[in-house]
C-alpha cells in the first residue's frame, strides 16, 4: 500500500484514507505519496479509446490501492463523472493546426474545480460510513471553490457544509450558485469582511482544538492530496488523445494556488510525456517571479478580471518545493520557517535548474487577457472566460515548437463571467439550460460579523443541530 508522507517530515505517515480527512499534516506539512507510481508507455497505449472514467481509475488507482476495498474507488470516479454535462466529460477543441483547449467546465458548478471536488464528496462519503463517523466541512471561497464543495456535499449523509463569502465580493452568479443549493446539510455565511477575513476565521476554528474536535471540522481546500489526485487524470486524458506516449504535449495552466499545475507536474513525473507546462499568470505573478529567479516573495493581491487566481501565497508550492529540496522535510521545513519569518526566501540555481527544463512560467495582465478574449472569438469563434484567456496568452508566448501539441485548461465556463466577457467581446455568453433559472431560485445565507465567536455559536446553534 501507498504511504503518505508530510512535506516538513516530522509527521505520521498515513494511507489514501488517512489523509482525505486530515487536509494539513500535524507537523503544518502537506502530506505527498512517498514514491510516485509509474505510467509505462504501454500503460498509456492501453488508454488509447477508454472512457474518461476509465482513465481516471487507470492513472489513479495506484495511488489509493489497499486503502480502499476493491471496486470502490472505480464506483465513485463512474458516479463523479456522470454528473459532467459532456459525455466526453473532458472535451478537447481544436483552435488552430496544433492547439487546443481542454474544456474542464461541465461540471455541475462550470469550473474545473467540479473535477476534484465531485470524486471528494463520494470518498469522503464512502470511508465516513465505512469508519461509522461524520464531519462537518468548513470552508472559505473567492468563488469557485465553495460552489464546487457545495454541489459535491449537498444532500450526501454524515457530511454537513459551512462555506463562507465575504459579503458583497462575490459575483451574483457565484454567489447564486452557492446560495440556491436546497439541501438541509448545506450552509452560506456572507462574512462582513473580505475574502482574507474569511480566511483567517476558518483557520482560527480548526485552530482552537477543543472545538475542532466537538464539530468533527473537515477541509476540502487544494492542500487535501485528493484534489490533486483527481486533477492529474485530465492531463493524462489530453495527452493519450493528442497520441501520447508516442508524441509529446505542451500544458498552458491558468495557475492561482497551484494545485492544477502541480497535478500537470505529477502526471510529467509519471512518465507523461509532458514537453513543457506553462504556469499562466496573472499581474499576481509570485510564482511566474519564483520559476525565473528562484526567489519566492509575495507581493500584495491585486484585483484582476480573473479573480480565482488573484492570490499571492500559493498554498501547494510546497509540494514541488519538497521535491527541489531532494524531499528532505527538515531542509522544507526550516525554509518554510524562514519564509515565515522574513516574507522571501530562495532557491538557488542548480536547484531550480531541476525543473527549469519542464516549467515555463508567464504573466499576463488585464489588457492581454481582455484582448485575447476579443481574438480568439474572432480568429476561432469561441468565447472564452478570462481565466482560460491567461492561459491561451501564455501558450502562445511560451509555446513549444510547431509539432508539440499545445493544450491550453479552459477552467471556467465564460458564462461564469459574463461582465468581463461582454466587456472583451461584446457578446455575452449564455448560461448553460441547467442553469437557465439560476436567478429566479431563492437564495438562503446568513450574515455574521467578522467575529470567531459569532461564527461558533452560529454552527453550535444552527449547524451541529441540524438533522
Ligand atoms: C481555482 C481556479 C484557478 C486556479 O487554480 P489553482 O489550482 O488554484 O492554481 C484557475 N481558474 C479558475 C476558473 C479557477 O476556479
Redesign the pocket.
Known amino acids: 500500500m501507498l504511504r503518505y508522507v508530510s512535506t516538513r517530515g516530522a509527521a505520521p505517515p498515513l494511507d489514501f484514507t488517512g489523509v482525505l480527512l486530515a487536509g494539513l499534516a500535524a507537523d503544518g506539512g502537506l502530506y505527498v505519496p512517498e514514491r510516485t507510481p509509474q505510467l509505462s508507455p504501454a500503460d498509456l497505449r492501453a488508454l488509447r479509446g477508454a472512457s474518461y472514467a476509465e482513465i481516471v481509475t487507470t492513472a489513479c488507482r495506484p495511488f489509493v490501492a489497499g486503502a480502499l476495498p476493491d471496486g470502490v474507488f472505480e464506483r465513485c470516479v463512474t458516479a463523479a463523472y456522470e454528473r459532467f454535462a459532456h459525455p466526453a466529460t473532458a472535451p478537447l477543441k481544436q483552435l488552430a493546426a496544433n492547439d487546443w483547449l481542454l474544456e474542464l467546465f461541465h461540471g455541475p458548478t462550470l ?3 467540479d473535477f476534484a471536488l465531485q470524486l471528494l464528496g463520494l470518498l469522503f462519503a464512502e470511508v465516513l460510513e465505512r469508519q461509522d463517523e461524520s464531519v462537518t466541512i468548513v470552508g472559505a471561497t473567492s ?3 465553495g460552489s464546487a464543495a457545495i454541489h459535491a456535499v449537498a444532500g450526501r449523509p454524515r457530511m454537513r457544509i459551512v462555506i463562507l463569502h465575504p459579503r458583497g465580493r462575490v459575483s451574483e452568479i457565484q454567489r447564486r450558485q452557492m446560495t440556491t443549493v436546497p439541501e438541509a446539510n448545506v450552509f452560506n455565511v456572507a462574512l462582513e469582511g473580505t475574502f482574507d477575513d474569511c480566511q483567517a476565521l476558518v483557520k482560527a476554528l480548526f485552530n482552537d482544538t477543543a472545538f475542532r474536535a466537538e464539530a468533527r471540522l473537515a477541509a476540502v481546500n ?1 492542500i487535501n492530496w485528493a484534489r490533486i489526485l483527481a ?1 492529474i487524470a485530465y492531463y493524462v486524458a489530453a495527452a493519450v488523445a493528442l497520441g501520447a506516449p508516442d508524441r509529446e504535449v505542451g500544458f498552458s ?10 497535478a500537470g507536474y505529477v502526471a510529467s513525473r509519471m512518465g507523461l510525456p509532458i514537453r513543457r507546462l506553462v504556469v499562466a499568470t496573472n499581474r499576481n505573478d509570485i510564482l511566474a517571479r519564483f520559476l525565473a529567479t528562484g526567489r519566492y516573495a509575495p507581493g500584495t493581491v491585486e484585483p484582476t478580471v ?1 479573480p ?2 488573484d ?1 499571492q501565497v ?1 498554498s ?1 508550492f510546497e509540494r514541488l518545493l519538497f521535491d527541489l529540496l531532494r524531499r528532505n522535510g527538515a531542509a522544507v521545513r526550516s525554509w518554510m520557517l524562514g519564509f515565515a519569518a522574513d516574507g522571501v526566501a530562495c532557491v538557488d540555481a542548480p536547484t531550480l535548474a531541476r525543473i527549469s527544463g519542464l516549467f515555463a512560467a508567464h504573466r499576463v495582465d488585464d489588457v492581454a487577457t481582455m484582448t485575447t478574449m476579443a481574438r480568439v472569438l474572432r480568429t476561432t469563434g469561441e468565447l472564452v ?1 478570462p ?2 484567456a491567461v492561459g491561451l496568452a501564455a501558450a502562445e508566448a511560451c509555446r513549444p515548437p510547431r509539432h508539440v501539441a499545445m493544450v491550453t485548461l479552459a ?2 465556463h465564460p458564462a ?1 463571467f459574463p461582465d468581463a466577457v461582454e466587456q472583451a467581446t461584446g457578446a455575452r455568453p449564455r448560461l448553460p439550460d441547467a442553469l437557465a433559472d439560476l436567478f429566479e431560485r431563492p437564495e438562503r445565507f446568513t450574515v455574521l460579523a467578522n467575529d470567531l465567536d459569532a461564527l461558533r455559536a452560529y454552527i453550535r446553534a444552527e449547524v451541529l443541530n441540524s438533522a
Open positions: 469550473a474545473f474545480k468563488g469557485d471553490t487544494s486533477q495552466v491558468p495557475t492561482g494556488n497551484f494545485g492544477d499545475a502541480y480573473s480565482s487566481m492570490i500559493a501547494n472566460d481565466h482560460t477552467t471556467a461564469k
